[in-house]
C-alpha cells in the first residue's frame, strides 16, 4: 500500500550538487515525520536530514548542517534533499523513509521509521 521511491542520485565531483525527490504513495498511517537516511558501505545507516509534516520542523545530522536542506511539497506528496558543497564523505547509498515515533525516539533515529523506499546511489569523486 505505502511506497517511497527515491530518485536524483548520480555521481558528482566534490563541491558539486544534487537534488533527491523521494515520492510517497499509499496511505502512512498518520505518519508525521520524513527523513532521509545513508549508509556507505561497512558502516550504519546514519540519519541525515528530518521534516515533521504538519509543522515543517527540520532536523540535521551534525556532519550535513548548513551544506544540505530537507524540504517537503504536500501538494507533490513528495520530500526532498537538497545537498550542496558535496564531499566524498557524503557517498552513500541514500534513503527515504517515514515514520510515527518521532516523540519517542527523536527525529533521526532508525525507530522512528518503518515505512523505506529502497534507495538512491550518490556517489562525490575528489
Known amino acids: 500500500q505505502v511506497q517511497l521511491v527515491e530518485s536524483g542520485g548520480g555521481s558528482v565531483q566534490a563541491g558539486g550538487s544534487l537534488r533527491l525527490s523521494c515520492a510517497v504513495s499509499?496511505?502512512?498511517?498518520?505518519?508525521?515525520?520524513m527523513a532521509w537516511f545513508r549508509q556507505a558501505p561497512g558502516k550504519e545507516r546514519e540519519g541525515v536530514a528530518s521534516?515533521?509534516?504538519?509543522?515543517?520542523?527540520?532536523y540535521y545530522a551534525d556532519s550535513v548542517k548548513g551544506r544540505f536542506t530537507i524540504s517537503r511539497d504536500n501538494a507533490k506528496n513528495t520530500v526532498y534533499l537538497q545537498m550542496n558543497s558535496l564531499k566524498p564523505e557524503d557517498t552513500a547509498m541514500y534513503y527515504c523513509?517515514?515514520?510515527?515515533?518521532?516523540?519517542?525516539?527523536?527525529?533521526?533515529?532508525?525507530?522512528?521509521?518503518?515505512?523505506w523506499g529502497q534507495g538512491t546511489q550518490v556517489t562525490v569523486t575528489s
Open positions: 523513509a517515514t515514520g510515527s515515533r518521532g516523540p519517542w525516539y527523536g527525529p533521526l533515529s532508525l525507530q522512528t521509521y518503518n515505512y
Open positions: 499509499g496511505y502512512t498511517y498518520g505518519s508525521n515525520y
Open positions: 521534516i515533521v509534516r504538519d509543522t515543517g520542523a527540520t
